[in-house]
T-cell receptor
Framework: SQQGEEDPQALSIQEGENATMNCSYK?????LQWYRQNSGRGLVHLILIRSNEREKHSGRLRVTLDTSKKSSSLLITASRAADTASYFCATDAGGGNKLTFGTGTQLKVEL | KAGVTQTPRYLIKTRGQQVTLSCSPISGHRSVSWYQQTPGQGLQFLFE???????NKGNFPGRFSGRQFSNSRSEMNVSTLELGDSALYLC????????????FGNGTRLTVT
């Protein structure tokens, strides 16, 4: 069963705009990760935030984590058409590489 | 470094048959995990192998099994295939250092008819 729920399920924006997607989870975690998946391909790791961190940046990505609310958000700034993909959050509850993935957000960035 | 390689890319099987999928991890990675991705259930963890030993197992029936070889390559097998086994099967490898991310292959698309 999936632990994470992502919101929105789908998001369509114009190139240059910011995209924000949210993830909620149910149990205590060691870390939370975000992955991107282009249609029909494997997932690509984007960023990891540990449970004792509140915010992390990597290039155009900004991730926040609120463990009291069991939620995280991913912000992609200045979106590009190449950012069009599905984005998944995944939680590590201490079970090695047994990650629990969210339902995903489909992002479409239009020119 | 070469990425994670999964073969075959596509498979079509008939109900009741069995299938074996193969995964070659990134060189030096000793952990290999398998995930099933379907439109209805999303991404679900199948199992993880490390140094030829199963470390974790997801909630799948015994028809799903796997193994890892001494060179870290891994295979997963599904016996007595059901229509519901149609899915994208993803393999991922990891360096197993703290906070090491998963590196995924492009998957094997299995269709059961």
């Amino acid at each position: 069963s999936q632990q994470g729920e992502e919101d929105p399920q789908a998001l369509s924006i114009q190139e240059g705009e910011n995209a924000t997607m949210n993830c909620s989870y149910k149990t205590s975690i060691n870390n939370l990760q975000w992955y991107r998946q282009n249609s029909g391909r494997g997932l690509v790791h984007l960023i990891l935030i540990r449970s004792n961190e509140r915010e992390k940046h990597s290039g155009r990505l900004r991730v926040t984590l609120d463990t009291s609310k069991k939620s995280s958000s991913l912000l992609i700034t200045a979106s590009r058409a190449a950012d069009t993909a599905s984005y998944f959050c995944a939680t590590d509850a201490g079970g090695g590489n047994k990650l629990t993935f969210g339902t995903g957000t489909q992002l479409k960035v239009e020119l | 470094k070469a990425g994670v390689t999964q073969t075959p890319r596509y498979l079509i099987k008939t109900r009741g048959q069995q299938v074996t999928l193969s995964c070659s991890p990134i060189s030096g990675h000793r952990s290999v995990s398998w995930y099933q991705q379907t439109p209805g259930q999303g991404l679900q963890f199948l199992f993880e192998y490390f140094s030829e030993t199963q470390r974790n197992k997801g909630n799948f029936p015994g028809r799903f099994s796997g193994r890892q070889f001494s060179n870290s390559r891994s295979e997963m097998n599904v016996s007595t295939l059901e229509l519901g086994d149609s899915a994208l099967y993803l393999c991922a490898s990891s360096a197993m250092n703290r906070d090491s991310p998963l590196h995924f292959g492009n998957g094997t698309r299995l269709t059961v008819t």
